[in-house]
């Protein structure tokens, strides 16, 4: 009975901190599954490729292109480059939960993601991340790294 009693509190601590380590600064399920904007997409099914750059022009931070139009239920992988000589973080959601995840980047400016829906990169890095637009509407994508996304560094997905 006294190990039960040890081992029951000691689980339930592993996995609070696995599951804090695995999303830092975001609930649990945050940002994963079906959303607003869509869901992880599979990477063994058929995707259009859609390459978009990062990077900075006195003084002005942007995405190139900063404008994507999409079908509903399409699938898109984005081939991310970031051209800057600053890291650059891509991030895809509602415009409204983009400039909420904003506020708590100003608080955690280290906070780094393990998003389906986000991508961070060194300068002169790429990567990819594989998106299913499952409702029609209007979307963001922001560099939510602080001063980032107001130096001009934000786009638009629109789903028709």
Sequence with gaps: MKLRSLLVPAV?????AGAAL?????????????????????????????????REDNGKMEF?????????GEQVRFV????????????LATLEENLKHAEVM???????????NAKRLAPKKTGEFI???????????SCLIPGHRE???TGTVIVK
Aim: proline residues 10%.
């Design 131 to 141: 998106w299913k637009f499952t409702k029609a509407g209007t979307f963001d994508f």
């Design 80 to 91: 991310i480059r970031n051209n800057g000589e600053l890291d650059h973080e891509i991030v």
């Design 12 to 16: 339930a601590a592993v996995l609070v």
């Design 151 to 153: 130096a001009g560094m």
């Design 22 to 54: 695995a999303s830092p600064g975001h609930k649990p399920g945050e940002g994963h599954g079906d959303s607003a904007f869509g869901q992880p997409g599979n990477p063994k099914q058929p995707a259009r490729v859609v390459n978009i750059v990062m």
């Design 106 to 116: 100003r608080k955690n400016p280290d906070m780094e993601h393990d998003d389906p």
């Design 64 to 72: 190139v292109p900063d404008r994507i139009e999409v079908k509903t």
